[in-house]
């Protein structure tokens, strides 16, 4: 009778323990080849979750909804200091008093570049027109601040007429005093007004032409180029380069073909070192793509299958002299994507939905210092400004995620 020998148990154990090993070894490297192999060349950023510093006096943010940067890097940014629950958030200015905190920061906050407020100022009662809403905050190269006028007429209000809108401009001082109020309060919505704007989100220049390209916006639904010293509106024009239209195109479908005119809001106008403007068709998920003339060059959709408040919401291009890239803001998929600026290709994207910092609640504009690093600001219920770190090129996952300070 053939007699077996009873395996060595431990000589087993150490056998199977190495095939582990070793296939778990071949499954790291596979993972990480693969990993590596769909990582791309881009800038890389980190979110400073200290900047910016407290604000004073039982401050806190509304809405912000624009954000500048001027000629020494401090950063402006714009929020509506009256979207708060009364009773929750600023109790201190309730009728009784509610408690201690908080109190609305005066509509216009400017911080150094290690994140101290400087100056605050801006609001209704200081000698000229406040938009019922303002919308968009842009810093010229003189450093003078423009802001655009954004709201509609709250009913029963005599000097606000029914149906009428925030169809003006402000440009004040570095500090805050008024140099032009541009077109007319309370007009209605025309597209193809010479004298008065519809809502306008955000304001951009080409400092050689002297030119202003507003992106009007919420009640138009055009790009208008201004004379940025008399204010005289030059041109305008639609998506495609068409005479704009204000009829109601009904909401954004993706199977659809591509709508010839622009949705609301048309959420910023970007002109760039050669010669282009980059135009927010937020709602219909695309960037047109323009001569500064209006003529039509390309488009490209961004996440199409986005519906409600879409995907293209503010850019910025970074601050190489060929401006390779294109930073966008995409609210409603919470993500800041990076671009090639000529392919119009995404490369990688941070950021993620949530309240921690590096993460977002409708990230709404964005812009970039002299030193490449990134703010962003945050609408509805996220109420803050980011900064995100400039940290150089390098290779990057294709969605990074949070991108949280490695130290």
């Given at each position: 009778?053939?007699?077996?020998?009873?395996?060595?148990?431990?000589?087993?154990?150490?056998?199977?323990?190495?095939?582990?090993?070793?296939?778990?070894?071949?499954?790291?490297?596979?993972?990480?080849?693969?990993?590596?192999?769909?990582?791309?060349?881009?800038?890389?950023?980190?979110?400073?979750?200290?900047?910016?510093?407290?604000?004073?006096?039982?401050?806190?943010?509304?809405?912000?909804?624009?954000?500048?940067?001027?000629?020494?890097?401090h950063?402006?940014?714009?929020?509506?200091?009256?979207?708060?629950?009364?009773?929750?958030?600023?109790?201190?200015?309730?009728?009784?008093?509610?408690?201690?905190?908080?109190?609305?920061?005066?509509?216009?906050?400017?911080?150094?570049?290690?994140?101290?407020l400087?100056?605050?100022?801006?609001?209704?009662?200081?000698?000229?027109?406040?938009?019922?809403?303002?919308?968009?905050?842009?810093?010229?190269?003189?450093?003078?601040?423009?802001?655009?006028?954004?709201?509609?007429?709250?009913?029963?209000?005599?000097?606000?007429p029914?149906?009428?809108?925030d169809?003006?401009?402000?440009?004040?001082?570095?500090?805050?005093?008024?140099?032009?109020?541009?077109?007319?309060?309370?007009?209605?919505?025309?597209?193809?007004s010479?004298?008065?704007?519809?809502?306008?989100?955000?304001?951009?220049?080409?400092?050689?032409?002297?030119?202003?390209?507003?992106?009007?916006?919420?009640?138009?639904?055009?790009?208008?180029?201004?004379?940025?010293?008399?204010?005289?509106?030059?041109?305008?024009?639609?998506?495609?380069?068409?005479?704009?239209?204000?009829?109601?195109?009904?909401?954004?479908?993706?199977?659809?073909?591509?709508?010839?005119?622009?949705?609301?809001?048309?959420?910023?106008?970007?002109?760039?070192?050669?010669?282009?403007?980059?135009?927010?068709?937020?709602?219909?998920?695309?960037?047109?793509?323009?001569?500064?003339?209006?003529?039509?060059?390309?488009?490209?959709?961004?996440?199409?299958?986005?519906?409600?408040?879409?995907?293209?919401?503010?850019?910025?291009?970074?601050?190489?002299?060929?401006?390779?890239?294109?930073?966008?803001?995409?609210?409603?998929?919470?993500?800041?994507?990076?671009?090639?600026?000529?392919?119009?290709?995404?490369?990688?994207?941070?950021g993620?939905?949530?309240?921690?910092?590096?993460?977002?609640?409708?990230?709404?504009?964005?812009?970039?210092?002299?030193?490449g690093?990134i703010?962003?600001?945050?609408?509805?219920?996220?109420?803050?400004?980011?900064?995100?770190?400039?940290?150089?090129m390098?290779?990057?996952?294709?969605?990074?995620?949070?991108?949280?300070?490695?130290?």
């Open positions: 009778m053939r007699r077996f020998r009873r395996p060595n148990a431990p000589a087993l154990l150490a056998t199977l323990l190495v095939v582990a090993l070793a296939a778990l070894f071949a499954a790291q490297s596979t993972l990480g080849a693969y990993a590596r192999a769909h990582e791309v060349q881009a800038p890389r950023f980190e979110v400073d979750p200290l900047w910016p510093k407290p604000l004073p006096n039982h401050w806190v943010l509304g809405n912000v909804i624009g954000v500048g940067v001027d000629a020494n890097d950063v402006f940014i714009v929020h509506r200091n009256d979207t708060f629950d009364r009773e929750k958030e600023i109790g201190a200015v309730a009728n009784p008093k509610l408690s201690e905190c908080c109190v609305p920061a005066p509509p216009v906050l400017e911080f150094d570049p290690a994140g101290n400087v100056n605050a100022w801006g609001g209704a009662g200081h000698g000229y027109d406040w938009p019922e809403s303002n919308h968009g905050i842009a810093v010229d190269d003189k450093d003078n601040i423009w802001i655009g006028g954004n709201g509609t007429c709250p009913p029963n209000t005599p000097a606000c029914p149906g009428t809108i169809s003006f401009i402000l440009k004040f001082t570095h500090d805050g005093k008024l140099l032009m109020e541009i077109g007319q309060p309370h007009q209605k919505v025309n597209s193809n010479t004298e008065h704007f519809g809502r306008v989100a955000k304001i951009s220049f080409d400092a050689k032409a002297n030119e202003a390209f507003v992106a009007d916006g919420y009640g138009n639904k055009r790009v208008a180029v201004l004379d940025m010293d008399t204010g005289k509106i030059k041109r305008f024009w639609g998506a495609y380069g068409h005479v704009p239209s204000d009829s109601n195109l009904g909401p954004y479908n993706p199977d659809a073909t591509p709508a010839q005119q622009f949705r609301n809001p048309v959420h910023c106008a970007e002109p760039s070192v050669d010669g282009l403007l980059y135009v927010c068709d937020r709602v219909n998920d695309r960037i047109q793509v323009f001569r500064k003339s209006g003529e039509f060059v390309k488009e490209k959709f961004i996440k199409p299958a986005t519906r409600g408040d879409g995907s293209v919401w503010d850019i910025a291009f970074s601050r190489d002299p060929q401006q390779q890239y294109i930073y966008l803001a995409d609210g409603k998929n919470e993500k800041v994507y990076v671009m090639d600026r000529q392919s119009l290709e995404i490369l990688t994207a941070f993620d939905g949530g309240r921690q910092p590096g993460e977002f609640f409708a990230v709404h504009s964005i812009a970039t210092d002299s030193k690093n703010y962003t600001t945050e609408t509805y219920e996220g109420k803050r400004i980011q900064k995100f770190v400039y940290k150089g390098g290779m990057v996952a294709a969605d990074q995620g949070v991108t949280w300070p490695k130290r």
